[in-house]
């Protein structure tokens, strides 16, 4: 076994341990008594299910990132993708089907590994806690669009950066630079109009009160309110959600028909304030910008590293391949995702502070906070979590940061 062989190894067992390191620390945080803040939408029968609810969740979580961590060291040690790599060689594909085939193959085998997890994820844990809507018809089909949908596009940008790679040389990255930042483009603008109707069905929100309200918030926020659509988010589970998607003449507001059953007019509003707050401070914009840059970057190392022999020696193939580089340099690239991924969660949470201060402004305060609190409990969310977990974790703020954060604009605003 080479050195950087147990470089890989060593990012793996690392990046385990820490995470294993941090749950600890924050199931060793959960507060045995209800926050008094909380106490009006956490009764103690909740707030004990709540508990009950992360206590099976975390066990499962071990025993899954457990399992995970022992396939991938054990594929490694074996040598597994070596001999995946002559597996196909064998049957002589040519250089731009062997990338698609080997990729595809482990993707493959990452799902049926993965599937007995979904299942009981879904079936058993959402399903005792009263989360689960999806029938066994309903995550077959989800299965089979995913693959589908997964093979395709992936397949198609795949081929292109292999493409990019034997046609352009040492600047091959620049071109693939220039695919992905289009199709993210284009995800992002198209998303809900392509992609979402494949799995969830979509309906204009209805006239009525609730419509006025929002449309009456809307207008004084400077906001330009022509799609908003209900997706029938209790298709699949009880969970309530929101997200505002898109740009241009594509962007829409998508309500879970959950959180219209859960919320209030008011609370609605306030939710909806918050999503066009992402929408009118640049958040999404400059989100999707973000991605294109950190995709910059990550293939402007991959064109370094990818033709190393080193990489190819580490995973037991003799001779340097694309894909084989590319593996190689997805495992070494484990740290400065992480340290990358770090700074998003510091920015997402920072927004999240924006938007809640700008629904606070364009409708109120007190809805925002209610619809929060009322969120917050329908879904068990945890609602004291430790500092460091959350620092490292937590895309957005936690429930009573935020309440606190609102606070203050309401006494500045008094």
Not at 262 to 285: C, F, N, P, Q, T
């Amino acid at each position: 076994m080479s050195g950087l062989f147990y470089i890989i190894v060593s990012i793996i067992i690392i990046e385990a341990v820490w995470e294993f390191i941090l749950g600890e620390i924050n199931r060793k945080s959960w507060c045995a008594v209800v926050p008094e803040r909380l106490r009006d939408v956490y009764p103690d029968d909740k707030f004990q299910k709540q508990k009950q609810y992360r206590i099976a969740n975390y066990k499962f979580g071990l025993i899954s990132s457990t399992f995970s961590l022992l396939v991938i060291l054990a594929v490694l040690w074996f040598q597994g993708f070596a001999f995946l790599d002559e597996y196909i060689a064998a049957f002589q594909p040519g250089k731009f089907w062997t990338p698609l085939l080997f990729f595809g193959i482990i993707g493959l085998i990452s799902m049926v590994v993965s599937l007995p997890f979904t299942l009981y994820d879904t079936f058993v844990i959402e399903e005792r806690f009263g989360f689960n809507k999806t029938t066994p018809k309903t995550f077959i089909f989800d299965l089979i669009k995913s693959l589908v949908l997964g093979a395709v596009i992936g397949g198609i940008l795949m081929f292109l950066v292999v493409w990019f790679y034997y046609w352009a040389g040492t600047f091959f990255w620049v071109y693939a630079w220039v695919v992905m930042a289009l199709f993210m483009l284009f995800f992002s603008k198209f998303y809900t109009t392509l992609i979402l109707p494949l799995f969830n069905k979509l309906k204009p929100l209805e006239e009525g009160e609730l419509r006025q309200s929002i449309e009456e918030m809307s207008k004084k926020a400077g906001f330009s309110l022509d799609n908003v659509f209900v997706m029938d988010g209790s298709k699949r589970s009880t969970k309530a959600n929101a997200f505002f998607s898109g740009f241009g003449k594509n962007k829409r507001i998508v309500l879970y028909d959950t959180l219209i059953n859960d919320l209030s007019k008011d609370e609605i509003v306030a939710v909806l304030a918050h999503e066009i707050g992402h929408y009118r401070l640049k958040h999404v914009i400059r989100g999707t910008f973000l991605g294109i840059l950190q995709t910059g970057i990550t293939l402007f190392l991959l064109g370094w590293f990818v033709n190393h022999p080193a990489i190819a020696q580490a995973l037991g193939v003799s001779e340097p391949s694309f894909h084989i580089g590319l593996l190689g340099f997805g495992l070494l690239y484990a740290p400065i995702s992480a340290v990358l991924g770090l700074g998003f969660t510091l920015l997402s949470r920072y927004q999240e502070y924006q938007a809640d201060a700008f629904a606070a402004k364009y409708s109120e305060a007190s809805s925002l906070q209610s619809a929060l609190k009322k969120l917050s409990a329908s879904s068990l969310s945890n609602p004291t979590p430790h500092p460091w977990f959350v620092f490292f974790n937590y895309s957005h703020p936690p429930l009573l940061k935020r309440l606190e954060a609102l606070d203050k604009y309401l006494t500045n605003r008094e």
